[in-house]
C-alpha cells in the first residue's frame, strides 16, 4: 500500500516571482543549443560541424567514454555556432531553427511487445536515453547496467519550482506509456514520488504499474536523492535509474509517434520577472524569446534552473537539457554598510539572528551578494537543520576536502548529489561552496570505481 | 558613508599585492569588511546565500554576553562597597564596577586582535571573528583584581597557543578563552583563587571591614561553612563574590535564552550540562557523608561558574563535540564532571573550568563512535540486504 512519508528537517525560501497557473505556448525560439557541460562525466565529441543540417533528433555528438550515448539536436535546421570555453571545452552547440520542424523518424513500436534490449537501443539512437540518469554519481545511466528501481520525483520542492501536477495534467496516456517503457528497464520498482499534500495530476493518479509513494514536508522533499534515501537506500554497488516526470512524457512520445519531440512545460519565475507564468517550449531553447519584454531592468541574473542548484546564463543564454525553470533575480555587487550589526528587517535568514522573524510568511526578493567572507567551518549542526538524510553532510564535506574516498564510502557519498546540499551552502555561516565539493567527492569516487 | 566608501575604494590599491602597504592587506580588509559588508557575488553553487554570516553570529554571542557584563560590573562594585562598609547609589555602585572591568577588556581585546591580525597577515587569511567572542569572555571569566599584565600574557597564550598553532579559527581543540584561564589558574594561582581576589580593592586590604570575609560561595562549602552559602535568591541573581561574569543565574539565563532563540547556541548541550550536574548532584545528595554533599542539587547550578560554563563555554561550536548525539554525551558529561570535581576533589574548588577542557579533549572521541555507528548503520543495511535476497 501507498505510505506517507513525513520530512521534517528542511526550508523553505520565501520568494517572490511565483509562477501563475498560466499555460503559453511560447513562439518558436531563433536558436536552439546542446549543452555538453549539462551533462557531468562526459566528453563530447562533435559529429556535426557549423554549417551542417540536422533534423529533430539528428546526433550532434555522443559521449567518447561511452560511444552509443548519443545527444540529439531538439530542432531541425542548420548550426550556427559550436562555443567552447577554457581549454577548448565545448560549451555549447547552437542551432539556427527552421520554422517548420522536420523530425528524424524512428520507429513507432508498442513498450510491452519489445524486449529489454530493444527498448535500450531506441532510447540510445533516438537520443533520448540521457534523459535517464543514474544513483550513484548522479549521471548519465550506463545502458550496461540493470538498476535494482527507478525513481521518479514528480513533484518539485524547491524555491519557485514549477508544479509537477499542473504541468502534466492532460498527458495521461503519454505518461503511462513512457511507464511501460521504463517497466522493461528494471527488475525491480518503479517508484512514483508523489506530494501528498494535494490533489495529484490525473496522469499520476492513473499511473499504472508504478508504487506510489507519498511525501510531505519542506524543501530537499522534492529531490530525488532523499526520496531514494527514505524508501530504498543506495549501498555500495547498488545502482538506481531516476527520471522526472516530462522526461518520462517525451519518452512515451518517442514509442507512439516515432519522434524526438522534447516538447516541456516549464516555469518562468523570479522577482525580476514582470509577469511569472508557465511557457511550453521545445528544450534547448534560447531564452532571449521566451523573456523579451517580461524582464524587468537592472542588473540581473539569468538562471536557468533554480535559485539553489541552476545555472548561471547571460541574458541570451539558453535552458539546459534537465532544467524545468528560468529564474531572474537581481545581481549583488554592492557593499553594506554595517551590514552585520544593522537589525535586519528586511534580511532573509535561516536563523533568527536578524528581526526578519518579527514577520513570518514574508516573501523576499533576494540578490546574489554572498552576504559575508569565506571562513573556516565553525558553527555546527547547520546543515543537519537542512538536511533530511541519515548521513552527517560536515563529516562527509571534511573526507572528501581530505580526499579520503573510504571515508566518503562509509560515510555515504553514493547517497547524495549536489542539489541535496543546496540548502546546507545556502544557509552556511561559513560561505562554503559546499555543492562543488560534493561535486568534487563524487567525481573522485567515480574515477576510483571505474 | 559615501565618501568613507569613496575613501575606502580610493586606499584600497595600495593594500593589495604590490602596493606599498602590501604587509597590512589582512589588517585593511578586516576593517573594510568590518565596516562594509563585501560586495562579493555568488560564482557557483547556490545564487542566493543567507543573510547570517560570521560577524553576525559573533555579534550575536556578544550580545548575549551584554547581561552578564552588565550586572557583573555593577556586581563588583557592590562586593566593593560591601566590603569597605559604604553605602552607595545605584549609579556609583555600577560606575566603580566599569572602571575596574573596563579595562580588563580593553587589554584583552587589544592583546588579542593584534596577535590574530598578525597571524592572518603571516598567513594571508582574513581577520576571523572568533576572537570578537574570546576577547570578551576571557574578561568575564576572571576575578576583578587580577592585573593587566597578566590578562595580556594569558590572552597571548590562549590565542597563540590554545588556537593559532592548530590553524586558527575552526581548528582549535581547546576553548580559548578558557585555555587563558586555566593558564592563569595554574601560572599565577595566588591571583585566581583564595578569599580576596574576587572583590576589588581587597587585594590592597585597605579600609576592609572585619566582617566582610570576600569568600566565594564554593570556597565556604569547601571549608565546610555551608550555613555561609547566600540565600537561594542571592544564588540566582548574584548577589555574591565570583569571577565578574558568572555570579547572576539570571543575567546567564538571559543570554541562554538570546543564544537559543537565534539559533546560534546548541540547546542540547545546555540540556544535557544542566541535566549532568543534576544527576550528579542527585548521586552526591543521596551519599551525602559530609555537608557540601548535602548541598541540594539545583544550588549547584547556580554556583561558581557552572552556569556561565554551560551557557557559554560548553556550546563553543569548535570545541565542542560536533553531532547531535555526542553534543548530548558530551555536556552530560561537562555537569557530571564539573559537580563531581567540585566537591570531591579538594585541590580544586571550581571544576566547570576542568570539566569543560577535559570534554574538549574528548569531544572528538566521542564524535568518533557517533560516526562510527552511523557507518555501521549503513553497513549493516547492506548485509540485511544480502540476507533478504538469500
Redesign the interface.
Known sequence: MSQVIKIKKGLNINLLGEAEKIIKKADQAEYYAVKPTDFKGIRPKLVVKVGDKVKAGSPLFFDKLQPEILFVSPVSGEITAINRGERRVIQEVIIHSDEKIDYHEFKVSDPKTLTRDEIILILLESGMWPLLRQRPYSVIANPKDTPKSIFISAFDTAPLAPDMDFVVSDDTAMFQKGIDVLSKLTTGTIHLNLNADYPVAEAYNQAKGVLKNYFTGPHPTGNVGVQINKIDPINKGDIIWYTYPQEVIAIGRLFEKGIYDVTKTVAITGSEIIHPKYLKIINGASIKSLLKENVKSGNNRFISGNVLTGTKISNEGFISFYDNQITVIPEGKYFEFFGWALPGIQKYSASRTFLSWLMPGKKYTLDTNLHGGHRAFVMTNEYDKVFPMDIYPVHLIKAILAEDIELMEKLGIYEVDEEDFALCEFVCTSKIDVQSIIRKGLDLTRVEMS | ?KSL?GYLDKIKPKFEKGGKFEKFHSTFEAFE?F????????T??????????????M??VVLALVPALLFGMWNVGYQHFLSIGQESSLWQTFFTGFISVLPIIVVSYVVGLGIEFAFAQYRGH?V???FLVTGMLIPLVLPVDVPLWMVALATAFAVIIGKEVF?????NIFNPALTARAFLFFAYPSYMSGNEVWTHGMMKGEGIIDSFTGATPLAEAAAGNINNLPSVSDMFFGFMPGSIGETSTLAILIGAAILL????G?ARIMISTVVGGLVMGLILNIFAVNPYMEVPAYQHLMLGGFAFGAVFMATD??S?A???NG?IIYGFLIGFLAILIRVLNPAYPEGMMLAILLMNVFAPLIDHYV?ES??N???K??KV?VKVQE
Open positions: 558613508m566608501r569588511s565596516m562594509f559588508v563585501p560586495d562579493t557575488v555568488t557557483k553553487g547556490t545564487h542566493i546565500r543567507d543573510a547570517n554570516d560570521m560577524k553576525r553570529t555579534t550575536v582574513e576571523n571573528e572568533g590553524g586558527g579559527t575552526g581548528m532563540f537565534t539559533g546560534v546548541s561550536p569548535v565542542a560536533q553531532t547531535a553534543k560516526i552511523n557507518i548503520k549503513r553497513l543495511r547492506v540486504q
